[in-house]
C-alpha cells in the first residue's frame, strides 16, 4: 500500500459478524473497564461515571460543561445533573467564563483537588490490569488506532445529517444519548 491509497472500510452486510466485530468488542472492553473503575469508585463515595468527569476535570481533558457534554457523550441536561451532583459533593464549581460569559467553565474545588490525586491510581491500576500482555509498542500502536477512530467519530459529527446512511429518525435516536449518572 503506498500512503497515496486511501483506505476504506472493510465492513459490509455479507462480512458484518454481529458477535465478532470491532464496535462490539471496543463496547464491551469500555463496559468492563467502567464496571470495574465504578466499583473502586464507590469506595471514595463517587461514581464511576463521576469519576470520570472528575478525571477528565482534574486532568485539563474537558473544563466546561459542553465540552465534557462532547467527550463524554452526555447531553446537556445529564450533564447539568451531574454537575449538580459534584456540585453538592463539594467536589467542583462552576463559573462564567471570564473570556465568554456565555460559557461555563467547570473546575475542581479545593475538595476535588485533595481528592483528584487518589482517583489517578484508579486509572493507572485498572489500564495496567486492562492490558495485561500488551507491550509498551502495542499499547502505543493500540492507542493510536482508537484515536483515529475517535478523528473519524468527530467528522461524522461534523457532517450534515443527510449524508448519513440512516434514516433521520434512526440517526437522531441513536447520536447522542443521556447517560445515567
Not at 500500500?1 to 459490509?12: F, P, Q, R
Not at 463496559?31 to 473503575?37: G, R
Given at each position: 500500500?503506498?500512503?497515496?491509497?486511501?483506505?476504506?472500510?472493510?465492513?459490509?452486510e455479507?462480512?458484518?459478524?454481529?458477535?465478532?466485530?470491532?464496535?462490539?468488542?471496543?463496547?464491551?472492553?469500555a463496559?468492563?473497564?467502567?464496571?470495574?473503575?465504578d466499583?473502586?469508585?464507590?469506595?471514595?463515595?463517587?461514581?464511576?461515571a463521576?469519576w470520570?468527569v472528575?478525571?477528565?476535570?482534574?486532568?485539563?481533558?474537558?473544563?466546561?460543561?459542553?465540552?465534557?457534554?462532547?467527550?463524554?457523550?452526555?447531553?446537556?441536561?445529564?450533564?447539568?445533573?451531574?454537575?449538580?451532583?459534584?456540585e453538592?459533593?463539594?467536589l467542583?464549581?462552576?463559573?462564567?467564563?471570564p473570556?465568554d460569559?456565555?460559557?461555563?467553565?467547570?473546575?475542581?474545588?479545593?475538595?476535588?483537588?485533595?481528592?483528584?490525586?487518589?482517583?489517578?491510581?484508579?486509572?493507572?491500576?485498572?489500564l495496567?490490569?486492562?492490558?495485561?500482555?500488551?507491550?509498551?509498542?502495542e499499547?502505543?500502536?493500540?492507542?493510536?488506532?482508537?484515536?483515529?477512530?475517535?478523528a473519524?467519530?468527530?467528522?461524522?459529527?461534523?457532517?450534515?445529517p443527510?449524508?448519513?446512511?440512516?434514516?433521520?429518525?434512526?440517526?437522531?435516536?441513536?447520536?447522542?444519548?443521556?447517560?445515567s449518572?
Open positions: 500500500m503506498t500512503s497515496d491509497e486511501v483506505l476504506h472500510a472493510s465492513v459490509s455479507e462480512t458484518y459478524d454481529p458477535v465478532r466485530n470491532v464496535g462490539r468488542t471496543l463496547h464491551d472492553a463496559a468492563q473497564m467502567t464496571h470495574a473503575v466499583r473502586r469508585a464507590r469506595a471514595f463515595g463517587i461514581t464511576g463521576q470520570v472528575l478525571i477528565r476535570i482534574g486532568g485539563g481533558i474537558g473544563n466546561t460543561a459542553t465540552e465534557l457534554c462532547r467527550t463524554l457523550g452526555y447531553d446537556s441536561g445529564a450533564m447539568t445533573r451531574m454537575l449538580d451532583r459534584l453538592k459533593l463539594d467542583v464549581r462552576r463559573a462564567p467564563s473570556q460569559g456565555r460559557v461555563t467553565d467547570v473546575f475542581l474545588s479545593p475538595a476535588g483537588e485533595a481528592l483528584y490525586p487518589r482517583l489517578r491510581p484508579i486509572a493507572i491500576d485498572e495496567n490490569r486492562h492490558l495485561k500482555g500488551f507491550s509498551t509498542a499499547i502505543a500502536l493500540f492507542t493510536s488506532f482508537l484515536e483515529r477512530v475517535i473519524n467519530g468527530r467528522a461524522i459529527d461534523s457532517e450534515p443527510d449524508n448519513h446512511p440512516c434514516p433521520p429518525s434512526a440517526a437522531s435516536s441513536e447520536g447522542r444519548h443521556s447517560r449518572e
